[in-house]
Each structure stands twice: as structure tokens, then as C-alpha cells.
């Protein structure tokens, strides 16, 4: 994986969500992640549904893989992301062990699916997640990867 611009990742944009109104502000945990990514960004409102969050989250940025992370939780550590974003690709990749949740997506292989879906009002992520063909990592995987650098 290539870092650009003073060691970030520039071949990934990270996007948090606002999972819960109540939560802290996403810009704290959007600077934490400015530390590993050239490009991050927050999601003003947090959107209807589970699948509406990560469809503006992939609607925010328009770089070719995207990791989301919901503002509900406090800053992961950088071994997880970057375990995650070193990850082999696939339409998309979740951790949905510890604190927080982890995804990252392939955006052009992702977002039409979830846009069909919110268009047929379904708004839940499991089966959208089976449809793209997602792979959920066991956290004791990720935590090991992390740890072997």
C-alpha cells in the first residue's frame, strides 16, 4: 500500500458518519484519522437508515475506495485502519468487532447496489453486504494483522 503526502494514504478517502446525534462531534475523530489519510471527511446529519449513513459516506468523496467510520464510537487505533486498508480488495471489507465498526468499500462496485436498494426501501446493510459480496474479518484476524505491522 503507497502513503502520499507526508506518510498518509492517498488511495483511500475516510468518511465518518454520525451514527447517533447524541455521539461527539465527528470532526474529532475525523482530525484523529487526518493523521493516516490524505482525505477525510464527515457527513453533515446523520441520514435515515443504516444503509442511507453509508450511502452519503460514499457519496462525500469520490475516491475509488472509501473506509467508513461511524462518529458513534471513540477514534480507532491506526494498526486496525490501517490492517483494514491493507486488506486484500474486495467489493467491501468489515470489521464489526470492537469499537468502532469498520468498512471499507470499493465505491463503483458498492454504491449502485445500495442506491437500488434504498430506492426499493430497504434499508438495512446485511443484505446488501451479502449481495456485493462483502467479507466480515473476525476481530482476533484484523487485531493479529494489526499487530504483525
Known amino acids: 500500500m503507497e502513503a502520499a503526502g507526508e506518510g498518509r494514504l492517498g488511495n483511500v478517502a475516510a468518511v465518518v458518519v454520525p451514527g447517533d ?22 457527513v453533515a446529519a446523520p441520514a435515515a ?16 475506495r472509501v473506509l467508513v467510520v461511524d462518529a458513534s464510537f471513540e477514534a480507532p487505533a491506526d494498526e486496525l485502519v490501517l490492517a483494514l486498508t491493507a486488506w486484500p480488495e474486495r467489493p467491501a471489507v468489515v470489521s464489526r468487532a470492537g469499537s468502532p465498526p469498520l468498512a471499507i468499500y470499493v465505491r463503483e ?9 434504498l430506492a426499493a426501501g430497504d434499508t438495512g446493510v446485511e443484505g446488501w ?10 476481530p482476533a484476524t484484523l487485531a493479529a494483522l494489526a499487530a504483525d505491522g
Open 109 to 117: 462496485q458498492v454504491l449502485p447496489r445500495a442506491r437500488a436498494r
Open 21 to 42: 446525534p447524541a455521539a461527539a462531534p465527528p470532526q474529532r475523530l475525523a482530525d484523529a484519522l487526518a493523521r493516516l489519510f490524505e482525505r477525510v471527511e464527515t
Open 49 to 64: 437508515s443504516p444503509l442511507a449513513r453509508v450511502v452519503a459516506a460514499l457519496d462525500a468523496v469520490a475516491t475509488p
Open 129 to 138: 453486504l451479502s449481495e456485493c459480496g462483502a467479507e466480515v474479518i473476525d
